[in-house]
């Protein structure tokens, strides 16, 4: 089990107890997150799912490949720090992750 932390666009924080090798978008289905609409289940067809990594984390969670990245050009508010969390797999690495949800999805 990891932590993750999932921060919507109003401020308020989802700490959340996650199964390594889920990805942070099914964590934010399963639970509800607002925000996080996933229209393409996981995919990588679509940009509803995207999140902003938190800083700190950056590093740890790395670059998108080549697919995500062509997705994030769907994404409103595309920042250096965007994922789609549907791609970001959660392991013993990533326990503490934050993420935030943007204004809204694509």
Same mark, same amino acid.
């Given at each position: 089990?990891?932590?993750?932390?999932?921060? %919507?666009?109003?401020?308020?924080?989802?700490?959340?107890? !996650?199964? =390594?090798?889920? $990805?942070?978008?099914?964590? +934010?289905?399963?639970?509800?997150?607002?925000?996080?609409?996933?229209?393409?289940?996981? %995919?990588?067809?679509?940009?509803?799912?995207?999140?902003? !990594?938190? =800083?700190?984390? $950056?590093?740890?969670?790395? +670059?998108?490949?080549?697919?995500?990245?062509?997705?994030?050009?769907?994404?409103?508010?595309?920042?250096?720090?965007?994922?789609?969390?549907?791609?970001?797999?959660?392991?013993?690495?990533?326990?503490?992750?934050?993420?935030?949800?943007?204004?809204?999805?694509?």
């Amino acid at each position: 089990m990891s932590k993750l932390t999932i921060v %919507a666009f109003d401020g308020t924080r989802h700490d959340l107890d !996650v199964q =390594d090798g889920t $990805t942070v978008m099914e964590n +934010a289905v399963r639970k509800a997150i607002p925000g996080i609409e996933a229209e393409c289940g996981g %995919a990588c067809a679509c940009a509803t799912c995207h999140v902003y !990594v938190d =800083d700190a984390w $950056t590093a740890a969670v790395g +670059a998108p490949e080549a697919m995500e990245e062509d997705m994030l050009d769907f994404a409103f508010d595309v920042r250096p720090t965007s994922r789609l969390s549907c791609q970001i797999k959660m392991s013993p690495a990533l326990d503490g992750l934050v993420v935030h949800v943007p204004e809204r999805q694509a």
